[in-house]
């Protein structure tokens, strides 16, 4: 095991192996607390995540753009606490990487996907919601789910593309003549695929993003005030204000959701990109916090999103296994 043991001798990650790393010396404590801790976040961000995935799946009456892009944020998410909570929390308890080249490059494949497809899914509903709320005519013309559905495949498969021919070429299927000693998996990156990274991984993603919302919550702002001058002014509000404000709820529910991703998102890549003068700790810190993300998205379904509280309680209470259940009009129970 990787922590200290009562003799104080160095422990290697592979003793038979001249050129190993050593392993940093932990406490039993220590030890077994962060792996409790990666268990408890990785089962819970499965399940919640989980329950949005059978929800959107199962009933019909949520197969609906806005819907499908949240359903392949979810899958994003169950994947990361599926896949890489646990080995990252082997790798940061271990202080070693016993898997070798090849599941190493395999391992940073999966990790960069998810994180790529997660910005690239933000962006798709920062569209979504800006069609919705600033051209809400064009929108069921514009948005459809077939679209949707093209829009998030071309999202997996050019950020699979991408990081496929990222790691390749950086050399994570062939590190052992990179890094100083045998056990880790990390590389060196070249100026050409950071510059790269910078622009198509972090700079664009979020500057469409930002700049989208912002138009999206002055528009939002507009409306209100047109709204509240209806009701002052003793006019009858239409059936398409009122909607036109549950959009505008929904735009806001979703910047949340892009908010607190970015939040914890780009201090990790800033802080990534000069790993020399970062410290091992906050590095540390900053990578959990982005994990501890992918389990919050359900939490703010739950408080914003009537029908998610109400499919969950199908679901638990095994309503689901019902005939017809799938075809339930589940916003009808949102009203009563």
């Known amino acids: 095991m990787a922590y200290e043991t009562e003799d104080h001798e160095t422990q290697y990650c592979f003793p038979a192996i001249n050129s190993s790393c050593i392993k940093e010396k932990r406490s039993s404590y220590e030890y077994n607390i962060i792996y409790l801790f990666v268990s408890v976040l990785s089962a819970w961000t499965v399940f919640l995540n989980l329950l949005v995935i059978i929800s959107i799946s199962h009933f019909k009456k949520l197969h609906t753009p806005t819907n499908l892009i949240i359903l392949s944020l979810a899958v994003t998410d169950l994947l990361t606490g599926l896949i890489v909570i646990p080995l990252e929390g ?12 090849t599941y190493c490059g395999l391992f940073v494949i999966t990790v960069r996907l998810l994180l790529c497809t997660s910005l690239s899914t933000l962006v798709l509903i920062a569209v979504d919601r800006y069609m919705a709320v600033c051209h809400p005519l064009l929108y069921p013309q514009k948005i459809t789910t077939i679209k949707t559905l093209i829009s ?40 050409a695929w950071r510059f790269t990274d910078l622009t198509f991984f972090f700079l664009f993603p979020c500057i469409v993003i930002i700049t989208v919302y912002l138009r999206i919550f002055y528009v939002v702002q507009w409306q209100v005030k047109v709204i509240n001058s209806l009701v002052k002014g003793g006019k009858f509000v239409v059936e398409s204000l009122v909607k036109r404000k549950s959009e505008s709820k929904a735009a806001l529910t979703l910047g949340i959701i892009v908010t607190v991703y970015l939040l914890c998102w780009i201090p990790f890549y800033i802080c990534s990109l000069t790993i020399t003068t970062i410290s091992s700790t906050t590095m540390t810190f900053l990578t959990w916090t982005l994990y501890v993300s992918c ?11 009537r029908w998610f509280k109400i499919s969950v309680k199908h679901i638990l209470t095994l309503r689901i296994f019902q005939p017809a259940s799938s075809v339930l009009d589940i916003f009808i129970d949102c009203r009563t």
């Open 90 to 101: 082997i790798k940061q308890n271990e202080t070693c990487w016993y898997f070798g080249d």
């Open 152 to 191: 998030i495949c071309l999202c997996w498969f050019c950020c699979l593309v991408y990081n496929i021919e990222y790691v390749i070429s950086n050399g994570y299927f062939n590190i052992s003549h990179k890094i100083l000693c045998y056990g880790q998996c990390i590389v060196l990156i070249t100026p």
């Open 295 to 305: 389990g919050l998205n359900p939490l703010i379904y739950a408080l914003f999103y």
